[in-house]
């Protein structure tokens, strides 16, 4: 039986980790050690490891790696402290293998530390690109740090190699957040109202704004477009998810909150968990933002997506994601040609190109592969794309 280490910080890595935890849980060959930490202790983004409680999976440590603050200082001592308290950990408890996913800041120092004392990362999500943030290049860091990679399309696949990782150590096998919005269990129509609070029949527009850690612009001048367009069109219902931890983050909240008590019609939320989100993104008219789960998930409902800014710009996209440029008058643009394409069900039969729903049970065949026959120890060696 090996040892299965998974560390979760935000209510948006658990959301697309849900499913393939489980069957991690499930499964008789491996023993999850799920490892809370970040946004997900934190009050001010809703304790949201009462999730992860409420849907049954034990977890094995919390490890507070808080700062006060949304500077790029206190970020940057949450890495730090990520890097110390997670050695600790690990001295203790020592997992046959750590699975991180993505670019998040605070698991760069969670990989350095695993580095360190010399286990196994297996990194999920890699390959892809992010100009408008810093994640960006942390995703690549962590590609070098891990021994074993689960990209979500080819492309991205081809890259991690491009990157110096054997071929035989990267494997596409699509993105765990469309297996979740394909196959998760959904509340009904009339739950999700209720649940969201919407006591009218308006219909609704999803917003998820994060700070672009890369631009010259403050955070709270990068949400003013969006906020401004909002105004624009009362005639819908606005679920609001709030910024997450990122440098700018809290100060784009309490913007928020300031403006849902002027706004009766904007509702705001911590956070939605998996299976409400992903309930209302289904019915709703669309996603507006600059959300990976904009990228990822929502093409999966057939609805439209409105991208702005750079905060996801070089990823791949499917032609639901309708970019704008952060200006008022491109979001504004943007903003109609979603409502346009919702009214006219313009992406009725699109698929999206990040796989078909079986993304988990393909990780584990691989992971558990990889553990059978000790594919993940020993010297790593750089990868040269020339000598082929």
């Known amino acids: 039986m090996w040892n299965i280490c998974v560390v979760t910080s935000t209510r948006a890595d658990y959301g697309i980790l849900s499913g393939l935890l489980k069957k991690i849980d499930a499964d008789s060959e491996l023993t999850l050690k799920l490892v809370v930490t970040g946004m997900h202790l934190m009050p001010e983004f809703g304790e949201t490891y009462k999730e992860i409680e409420n849907d049954g999976l034990k977890i094995a440590e919390k490890i507070d790696i808080a700062e006060k603050g949304d500077t790029e200082l206190s970020v940057a001592k949450v890495m730090s402290n990520a890097t110390r308290k997670f ?33 196994p990362i297996a990194h999920i999500h890699g390959g892809e690109l992010t100009f408008g943030a810093v994640d960006d290049a942390v995703r690549h860091s962590l ?18 190699i491009q990157m110096g990782e054997r071929p035989d150590t990267v494997f596409d096998v699509g993105a765990m957040g469309v297996e979740n919005a394909l196959k998760m269990e959904k509340f009904t129509k009339a739950e999700v109202r209720e649940r969201l609070h919407l006591d009218n029949d308006k219909p609704y527009v999803m917003v998820t704004f994060h700070p672009e850690t890369q631009s010259i612009l403050g955070a709270m001048l990068q949400v003013q477009p969006l906020l401004k367009t909002m105004k624009a069109h009362p005639e819908y219902n606005y679920v609001i998810t709030k910024a997450n931890s990122d440098a700018g983050g809290l100060s784009i909240n309490e913007l928020w909150e300031k403006e849902c ?3 009766k019609n904007w509702n705001l939320y911590a956070s939605l968990g998996a299976k409400l989100y992903l309930s209302a993104v289904r019915d709703a008219q669309f996603v507006i933002g600059n959300s990976s789960s904009a990228i990822l998930e929502v093409p999966s409902f057939k609805i439209p997506s409105v991208d702005i800014g750079d905060r996801q710009k070089g990823r791949i996209m499917a032609e639901s994601v309708i970019h ?8 504004s643009a943007a903003f109609e040609e979603a409502v346009k394409a919702r009214r006219e069900d313009r992406f009725k039969d699109m698929k999206s190109p990040f796989g078909e729903g079986d993304t988990a049970d393909r ?17 790593k060696e750089f990868y040269d794309l020339y000598r082929e």
């Open 87 to 119: 050695a600790e950990y690990f001295a203790k408890n020592r997992p046959d293998i750590l699975i991180i996913l993505g670019d998040r800041t605070e698991m760069l120092g969670v990989a350095s530390a695993a580095l360190i004392m010399n286990i």
């Open 143 to 160: 590609t070098k740090m891990s021994r074993i990679h689960f990209t979500a399309c080819e492309e991205y696949r081809k890259r991690v």
């Open 261 to 263: 008590k002027i706004e």
């Open 324 to 331: 704008a440029d952060n200006n008022e008058e491109a979001v």
């Open 363 to 379: 990780i584990l065949e691989h992971l558990k592969d990889a553990l059978r026959f000790n594919k993940i120890g020993g010297k």
